[in-house]
């Protein structure tokens, strides 16, 4: 086992690696920007190393992070998600330095990274994949409209090296393609340099239903089931389940079974996860492998009692994974909501700044993943996620209750956040009843929007004047 790893990341996901490390008994070493200089994963670090005074500069550079790592001793990097998790040169660049990737080697990152690779190579192996093309730079318009006619409208343009929902564009009618194309071309190579764009019959209003993998150096590979992540608003999750409350068990297996041929078509060791869309009929299309650990691995922990960021540590420090297909139970249903600095109101804009009081949520099979504290100032130059709420029952229903329940205790003062929104949502009968794909925030903002965000009650402040009232001050 490593005596000592270095943690490629900042807030709440640097933070949980940390901990990781400390149930490992393995020694950490955060690296930290300039404006990052009061966040919560350097106080927790062993060691702590400030990498660049500009504030997303440092989390970039792949020489300089080597170069720290090299410097502190540790053997291995984690990259968490975002920044560099699936750059599949700096995956090269650490293992060359002869330190251990956590995550998959460099030419699974880079296949899986090239959505249309992706997709042939999954084809290839008889995983089942949305009625398409090849990218469709080298051909004629009339040609395009040809490929557009036979799969048959609506169809969906989408750049080969997207991702976050950047190159994609549906388009209804043959009218409308000509532009479109020309648009997604300029997006993709405006945001990925690469205006490769291959053409995918458009799923209308899908599940998002994506499975976690675990894989160790040995081609030994089981699933850990799925998780719903159709509740999104423009690319960026809100809500996440585990497992689907809308799936019957052959549906688990067969799709589970498919989601393992595709780790096993690629190589794939580590964590990772394959994305399906599911759409009315139950029909499921393979959609792209994400070779990093999600935000969302937290539902799948709750619900399989497994520390995945653990068993990543131990799988890229040579352990073969000691459970089968059979170890993996579920324990009922776990939900996790995102908690944003942000504005909802003012279409979601980032809300930072200092958090004046916070209470998270506690209780029986309640979590918080944050990076957040009393007096703590939010810096402007990041992701807004500043917490993850995650809740397991034994029941989906219960689990939206104490969902509920939590994130009416939850408080966060002095910024605005996503909490009375979320709420929102617990409350609304579609959410409760596992009526919901990924048209549903579009379709229900207005309904779901908070209509006064009154300040939230400072249960702190509370517990001391009910104690102050006791005590006749
Ligand atoms: C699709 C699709 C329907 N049909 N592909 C979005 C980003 C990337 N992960 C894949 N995405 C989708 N690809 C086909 N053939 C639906 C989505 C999709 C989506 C599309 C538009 C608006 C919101 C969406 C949310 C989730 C998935």
């Not at 776990?334 to 504005?343: P, Y």
């Not at 809740?391 to 003062?413: H, I, P, Q």
Request: net charge negative.
């Amino acid at each position: 086992m490593f005596k000592k790893i270095l943690i490629a990341n900042r807030g709440e996901i640097a933070v949980r690696i940390i901990r990781a490390c400390n149930d490992l008994n393995i020694e950490s070493v955060a690296i930290y920007s300039r404006a990052d200089r009061d966040s919560m994963h350097v106080k927790m670090a062993d060691e702590t190393h400030e990498i660049s005074e500009d504030p997303i500069k440092g989390y970039l550079d792949p020489d300089r992070i080597i170069e720290v790592a090299k410097l502190s001793g540790a053997e291995a990097i984690h990259p968490g998600y975002g920044f560099l998790s699936e750059n599949a040169l700096f995956a090269k660049k650490v293992a060359e330095a002869g330190l251990v990737w956590i995550g998959p080697n460099s030419e699974v990152i880079a296949k899986m990274g090239d959505k249309n690779a992706a997709r042939e190579i999954m084809q290839r192996h008889g995983i089942p994949v949305v009625p398409g093309t090849e990218p469709l730079n080298k051909e004629s318009m009339e040609s395009i409209k040809r490929h557009a006619r036979r799969i048959g409208y609506p169809v969906i343009l989408k750049a080969s090296s997207g991702g976050g929902g950047r190159g994609i564009r549906v388009v209804q009618k043959e009218e409308e393609l000509e532009d479109s194309f020309n648009a997604c071309k300029r997006e993709a190579m405006a945001f990925f340099k690469n205006d490769d764009v291959f053409m995918e019959k458009y799923i209308q209003n899908p599940k998002h239903i994506e499975f976690q993998i675990l894989a160790d150096n040995y081609g030994n590979v089981i699933h850990l089931m799925e998780r719903d992540c159709s509740i999104q608003r423009r690319h960026q999750k809100l809500v996440e389940i585990a497992p689907s409350p809308t799936m019957s068990e052959d549906l688990r297996r067969r799709m589970g079974a498919v989601a393992v041929a595709a780790a096993k078509a690629t190589g794939y060791s580590n964590a990772g996860t394959v994305e399906f869309l599911v759409d009315d009929y139950n029909n499921f299309y393979f959609m792209e492998m994400n070779t990093r650990i999600q935000v969302e691995h937290g539902v799948t922990e709750e619900i399989t009692g497994l520390d995945l960021i653990g068993r990543q540590i131990r799988i890229a420090s040579g352990e073969i994974l000691d459970m089968n297909q059979n170890d993996v139970l579920c324990q009922g249903f776990a939900i996790e909501v995102r908690i944003n600095a942000e504005d909802v109101k003012n279409d979601f804009v980032p809300s930072p700044g200092k958090i004046t009081s916070y209470y998270p949520a506690l209780g029986p099979f309640v979590r918080v993943d944050s990076c957040i504290y009393k007096d703590y100032t939010i810096p402007p130059y990041y992701d807004s996620m500043v917490a993850k709420l995650i809740v397991r029952a034994t029941s989906y229903d219960l689990a939206v209750n104490k969902m509920k329940r939590a994130l009416g205790e939850f408080t966060v003062r002095g910024i605005k956040t996503t909490i009375p929104f979320l709420i929102n949502i617990c409350k609304d009968r579609d959410f409760r009843k596992g009526n919901f794909d990924t048209s549903y925030l579009e379709k229900k903002m207005g309904e779901l929007m908070p209509k006064d965000i009154e300040e939230p009650a400072d249960i702190a402040a509370v517990i001391a004047a009910a104690i102050a009232a006791r005590a006749g001050l």
